[in-house]
């Protein structure tokens, strides 16, 4: 086990309540997706378990000392006035690393992500997928085990989309890292995820817990096969059993 | 030079040109007194042959102008930085900035004058214009400060950012286009408030070219009264031309007010 959410509740100071009594747990090496409507507190959750805010019953508890963890926001989030490679530096710059070590290990997250041209790029001349590949390779810089995703794709188109998704499959494969994915597409999460975590409309609460390891690889034999269906039928009738 | 270019320089010489000829036909021909509007050419006379004194008053008036958008840089950039620090502070002391800003600096003149010493005519006009520059800095540079992404602002606390370094690496980066446009309005008004302070200071120890000006008007040399305005004209153009090309030096790889693309 990784970390784990017990009766976790989070109400926001205007009287909103995001989360109640959430519990799950997350095993390290995971890809896990958390699904649900909007504002059912799955982005709530992923700024808890990165600290950005605190729970205001429950606990969240992590197996052994907390690990390095990369954010990845919806927008990208690049500073507009840094390159690329500056803004890949950022992390590693705030926890005031080696010159020497800055550079190596901003140049190598920019090779995982295939943007080593673009280094001295600014973020205004890249595409809105290249824009997110800078931000995972920022995620992954602070040489992150676990990162935090919230609906990082929703604004690409289709195509850009299904390659960005293969390419995080590669990434969370090879640097094996553990993935708490936030998405509102039941497709995405089948697609991508070892588990899949549905939460109910707010105040979000687990509705159902899909474990979904095979098959390995994901491509397009997956995305047309009868378990990809049958896996995609199962979490709607979820999420919908869940909004009664 | 693309040719949209080249027009966007012909069309107001062209204008600047026409306006000219008509007013210098319209003299002659309407044999207009030099004592109510002298022609062009007499204006230009009368620049040459007060070259030097007209110089020289341009000169202090352009010193104390630039001195008064430095401090007023200074003293506007160190205020937001301590407003962006704390609300409470910015709720204390902003409306004091504001009564600052809309008392009208003509009111205000004879009381700085007295405290400084009716000798020191010129360090009044310098604080008086100080005055008036100030706030645009103050104001966009308070505004840009909390204008940083949120998202950025979680990233920070993510990496356990300092105040140092938030303010640093992303609070100062992200007001410095309000910043920027800020200047350009501080250096229009620093040059406003020198050349008013001027006139209300109005004594013979200061010898900007306000002073100039009320000097000529006395002495109904009416043509050195406009070559004084053409030359404040031709300082205003300057300095604006120079805050832009400073902007856009500072802008042109990052934000879109300095992009060439459509």
């Not at chain 1, 390779?137 to 293969?166: H, K, Y």
């Amino acid at each position: 086990m990784l970390l784990s959410f017990s009766n976790v509740t989070k109400t926001f100071t205007n009287g909103v309540k995001a989360l109640d009594r959430a519990s799950f747990a997350i095993e390290r090496g995971e890809f896990l997706s958390l699904v649900g409507p909007s504002g059912c507190g799955k982005s709530t959750a992923l700024r808890l378990i990165a600290g950005l805010t605190e729970p205001m019953g429950g606990e969240i508890t992590w197996a052994g000392p907390k690990p390095a963890i990369g954010f990845v926001f919806q927008d990208a989030a690049l500073m507009p006035w840094a390159s690329v490679e500056k803004n890949v530096r950022l992390p590693l710059e705030l926890s005031r690393a080696d010159d020497a070590i800055v550079h190596s290990r901003a140049a190598e997250a920019l090779e995982l992500v295939g943007l080593s041209a673009f280094a001295k790029s600014y973020p205004r001349e890249l595409s809105g997928g290249m824009r997110m590949r800078v931000s995972i390779a920022r995620g992954l810089a602070a040489q992150a085990s676990v990162l935090l995703m919230d609906e990082p794709f929703a604004a690409l188109d289709e195509l850009t989309r299904e390659r960005l998704n293969d390419e995080l499959r590669a990434l969370w494969v090879t640097q094996k890292l553990t993935i708490i994915f936030v998405t509102h597409s039941i497709y995405e999460s089948v697609y991508l995820s070892s588990r899949v975590v549905v939460l109910s409309a707010r105040p979000g609460r687990v509705i159902a817990d899909h474990s979904m390891p095979e098959p390995l690889a994901r491509d397009l034999n997956f995305r047309t096969s009868e378990l990809y269906g049958e896996r995609c039928r199962a979490l709607r009738s979820a999420l919908h059993g869940g909004g009664q | 030079m693309s040719a949209e270019r080249t027009l966007a320089y012909a069309l107001p010489t062209l204008v600047a040109l026409a306006v000219l000829g008509a007013w210098e036909w319209t003299v002659w021909a309407l044999e207009v007194s030099k004592f109510v509007l002298p022609a062009p050419s007499e204006i230009l006379t009368a620049a040459i042959g007060e070259w030097r004194s007209l110089a020289e008053s341009a000169w202090v008036t352009v010193r104390i102008t630039v001195q008064a958008f430095v401090l007023a840089l200074v003293i506007g950039v160190a205020l937001a930085i301590v407003f962006a620090q704390s609300r409470m502070i910015e709720r204390a002391l902003f409306p004091y900035a504001v009564t600052l800003q809309v008392t009208p600096i003509v009111a205000i003149a004879p009381l700085i004058l007295i405290w400084v010493g009716l000798d020191n005519a010129e360090r009044a006009v310098l604080i008086l214009a100080t005055i008036v520059a100030f706030f645009p800095i103050l104001a966009n540079t308070t505004l840009g400060l909390r204008s940083a992404d949120r998202q950025l602002h979680e990233l920070f606390d993510l990496y356990g950012a300092s105040r140092w370094q938030r303010l640093v690496r992303l609070q100062l980066p992200a007001a410095l286009p309000y910043l920027l446009a800020g200047m350009k309005i501080a250096g229009g008004l620093a040059l406003i408030g020198t050349v008013v302070a001027e006139f209300a200071a109005g004594s013979g120890t200061s010898t900007g070219l306000a002073w100039r000006i009320v000097e000529a008007g006395n002495r109904l040399q009416i043509a050195k009264v406009f070559a004084a305005l053409a030359l404040l004209s031709l300082i205003g153009i300057a300095i604006f031309g120079f805050l832009t090309a400073f902007e856009r030096f500072f802008l042109q790889k990052w934000h879109e007010s300095a992009s060439n693309k459509e």
